[in-house]
């Protein structure tokens, strides 16, 4: 539901796949030596809440498994990020999910709220620094927009100094264009 955002509106609700059918992809790609997964959908967090299960419940399950491999998470929004933070830095110290995507946005808790994100940047960076506590060689890779509307300089240097602070490895720089029909396009 972000404010700039269209993709919503174009891909509908969210449907998981069971936690039984995922297992056995995966069972599937390492009997035929796979060693690298990348585990993404379009709200990746919010996988299980439609079937009685939960991202955290699938992750514990994929790390349980013994082996030589590793995953990387695509796109994990932020709220969820919060929501299993105590979860995921048990899940995250069995060392098998080597990069953590997490679209940021910004690093300002007023443009955060503006975007209709999750807005408690200074929790957002805590919990990022925890995981990075559980996994060390964590990588983390992010995605910041640049320009949103009545953005200031100091809270452009608030994101810079958030990036900064916590450990971001990698990330993409997007410089903010209005969607026709998204409630960001009415902020002067």
């Given amino acids: ?24 992809e995966f ?22 809440t439609d079937i009685n299960s939960s991202f955290a419940e699938l992750l514990d399950k994929m790390t349980s498994i013994s082996g ?30 080597i990069r953590l995507g997490i ?27 925890r995981l990075k506590t559980a996994f060390p060689n964590l990588s983390l890779h992010t995605h910041i927009i640049v320009g949103f509307p009545t953005e200031t300089d100091e809270e452009f240097k608030q994101t810079l100094s958030f990036i900064k602070d916590s450990n971001i490895s990698a990330g993409q720089l997007n410089i903010f264009s209005r969607k026709s029909g998204a409630e960001a396009e009415n902020i002067e």
């Avoid at 796109?75 to 919060?82: F, H, V």
């Avoid at 679209?103 to 620094?129: C, F, T, V, W």
Wanted: charged share 30%; aromatic share 8%; glycine share 8%.
């Fill in 103 to 129: 679209p940021i946005q910004s690093g300002s808790s007023r443009i955060l709220k503006l975007m209709n994100r999750y807005h408690d940047a200074e929790k957002i960076k805590e919990s990022l620094l």
């Fill in 1 to 24: 539901n972000c404010s700039y955002c269209g993709i919503k509106e174009a891909i509908g609700t969210h449907k998981s796949k069971s936690i039984e059918k995922i297992m056995g």
């Fill in 27 to 48: 069972r599937q790609g390492l009997n035929k030596g796979y060693k690298h997964f990348v585990i993404n959908a379009d709200d990746i967090g919010a996988y299980g």
């Fill in 68 to 97: 030589e491999y590793d995953l990387s998470i695509a796109n994990l929004s932020p709220r969820w990020l919060i929501t299993y933070i105590d979860d995921l830095e048990e899940i995250f110290k069995k060392q098998k999910i």
